[in-house]
T-cell receptor, first 110, second 115 residues
């Protein structure tokens, strides 16, 4: 079973638009991470936000974390065709397990 | 290249067989994690090793076992294979037992097909 849920399951946007995806998790975490996966390939780490942080930026990425609601969001601004991929949140739990959500498939149309 | 090496990249085998997947972590990383990714189950955490010792266990079947060797490479052994074991198996590594600022580093995976 998975620790988290993500929504939406799929997202289709126009190049230049912003993409927002949400993640919820169930138990206490040390941090929450976001990964990108291009079709059938390995996961690439995007950004990590610690449990005592509320917001973090990295380039075109903005992550928020609300530990009271056990939720996080990932915003990708000014999307590009190269952002087409699946995005996963992963909760790094206090018992050393990294648990992934089901992922959001993002398609950026040219 | 992420620095985490997984071999083989593809594996096709018959039901009932046993296979071994290998992972070499990024240089300097002490922790190795194994994940299974299938269409119906998503990414499932299997097991974690830290500096040769088992650290955490997830949804790993009894038919599966793993170990981490003194040189820190790890092997995942899958036996009595069933059709449902067909999946992508990923290895990831981190410096210590938990993520530093840069998260976990994943290998490119082994695609196992059981026929």
């Amino acid at each position: 079973s998975q620790q988290g849920e993500e929504d939406p399951q799929a997202l289709s946007i126009q190049e230049g638009e912003n993409a927002t995806m949400n993640c919820s998790y169930k138990t206490s975490i040390n941090n929450l991470q976001w990964y990108r996966q291009n079709s059938g390939r390995g996961l690439v780490h995007l950004i990590l936000i610690r449990s005592n942080e509320r917001e973090k930026h990295s380039g075109r990425l903005r992550v928020t974390l609300d530990t009271s609601k056990k939720s996080s969001s990932l915003l990708i601004t000014a999307s590009r065709a190269a952002d087409t991929a699946s995005y996963f949140c992963a909760s790094d739990m206090v018992d050393y397990k990294l648990s992934f959500g089901a992922g959001t498939t993002v398609t950026v149309r040219a | 290249d992420s620095g985490v090496t997984q071999t083989p990249k593809h594996l096709i085998t018959a039901t009932g067989q046993r296979v071994t997947l290998r992972c070499s972590p990024r240089s300097g990383d002490l922790s190795v994690y194994w994940y299974q990714q299938s269409l119906d189950q998503g990414l499932q955490f299997l097991i974690q090793y830290y500096n040769g010792e088992e650290r955490a266990k997830g949804n790993i079947l009894e038919r599966f076992s793993a170990q981490q060797f003194p040189d820190l490479h790890s092997e995942l052994n899958l036996s009595s294979l069933e059709l449902g074991d067909s999946a992508l198996y990923f290895c990831a590594s981190s410096t210590r037992g938990q993520a530093g600022s840069y998260g976990y580093t994943f290998g490119s995976g082994t695609r196992l097909t059981v026929v």
